[in-house]
Nanobody, 120 residues
């Protein structure tokens, strides 16, 4: 059974920083890609950043230059370093991971979400 668990959210002042972490646990899989989405109240869930197994990264325009995604393959963990945070960054941040099983089937798993609030 696969579990995806996020941590690191919280309340931060505008201009501050946060580092989100997400770990996938279980067995019998290979991580293909990991990423972060966010959903603000009343809005759709949007992709923030992602990173592939080869290290290729992608960022939404709204966070380019302010966020950095990285991964530790040995720990099955992805990180999202967020700097110069703005009130518009307030949302629930969800981690997802695409896993390939022994049958070469790729499935996407989601975490439960972690709240990020940017406010003075």
């Amino acid at each position: 059974q696969v579990q995806v668990v996020e941590s690191g959210g919280g309340l931060v002042q505008p201009g501050g920083s946060l580092r989100l972490s997400c770990t996938a646990s279980g067995s019998g899989f290979v991580i293909v890609a990991m990423g972060w989405y966010r959903q603000a109240p009343g809005k759709q869930r949007d992709r923030v950043a992602s990173i592939t197994e080869t290290g290729t990264t992608m960022y939404a325009d709204s966070v380019k230059g302010r966020c950095t995604i990285s991964r530790d393959n040995a720990k099955n963990t992805v990180y999202l370093q967020m700097n110069s945070l703005k009130p518009d960054d307030t949302a629930v941040y969800y981690c997802n991971t695409d896993l390939r099983d022994g049958g070469n089937v790729i499935r996407r798993y989601w975490g439960q979400g972690t709240q990020v609030t940017v406010s003075s």
